[in-house]
């Protein structure tokens, strides 16, 4: 089954500064990844979607992702962050049945004036 | 469009009482999942709906059920609930139940348990 790592419960950037947020996957390669974003009371919203083929996804909000088999990573970034970025993220993949979601731990971003 | 809708927001209920969240799917999506999320924790998959048949279930207790109504919305029972039960209730719908389908989630219902 296919398993999620999110490294970092918690990333602080200064605002303008390059935002990483790191994720790995295990297993086979899925076919699709995605990235949610959670802010406060809120549910998940897509920021972005990788398909077979497209290596170098771009989301909403500025933000981009890499999938990289050699190294069965699949990292967020996008190098500027605004104070609106401040939010939790998550990494997910598709797990056994249906079109259910393994989701990583998340990631925590603060963003600092 | 209306995105998915959950209710209710909030619940406090005590332990050994049982539970019930509502989850309306966006128009013309046909696949309802459920999800469990803990403070401090990603979601964790409980159950997934499609065309009213269950397609997936999560390693969760019997204690835990729910079922998709013919216009495609549907209900979490949690019988017996837990000091462990506590926490927020996602709900997410999707136009088909395959994996490449996006999921859309709700606001989510937290619960408490006290």
């Known amino acids: 089954a296919q398993s999620v790592t999110q490294l970092g419960s918690h990333v602080s950037v200064s605002e303008g500064a390059l935002v990483l947020l790191r994720c790995n996957y295990s297993s086979s390669v899925p076919p699709y990844l995605f990235w949610y974003v959670q802010y406060p009371n809120q549910g998940l919203q897509l920021l972005l979607k990788y398909t077979t083929g497209a290596t170098l996804v771009k989301g909403i909000n500025g933000f981009e992702a890499e999938f990289k088999k050699s190294e069965t990573s699949f990292h967020l970034t996008k190098p500027s962050a605004h104070m609106s970025d401040a939010a939790e993220y998550f990494c997910a993949a598709p797990g056994d049945a249906g079109n259910m979601l393994t989701f990583g731990g998340g990631t925590r971003l603060m963003v600092k004036p | 469009d209306a995105g998915v809708t959950q209710s209710p927001t909030h619940l406090i209920k005590t332990r050994g009482q049982h539970v019930t969240l509502r989850c309306s799917p966006i128009s013309g999506h046909k696949s309802v999942s459920w999800y469990q999320q803990v403070l401090g924790q990603g979601p964790q998959f409980i159950f997934q709906?499609?065309?009213?048949?269950?397609?997936g279930r999560g390693n969760f207790p019997d204690r835990f059920s729910a079922r998709q109504f013919p216009n495609y919305s549907s209900e979490l029972n949690v019988n017996a609930l837990l000091l462990g039960d506590s926490a927020l209730y996602l709900c997410?719908?999707?136009?088909?139940?395959?994996?490449?389908?996006?999921?859309?989630f709700g606001a989510g219902t937290r619960l408490s348990v006290l």
């Open positions: 997410a719908s999707s136009r088909q139940g395959e994996a490449k389908n996006i999921q859309y």
């Open positions: 709906y499609y065309e009213k048949e269950e397609r």
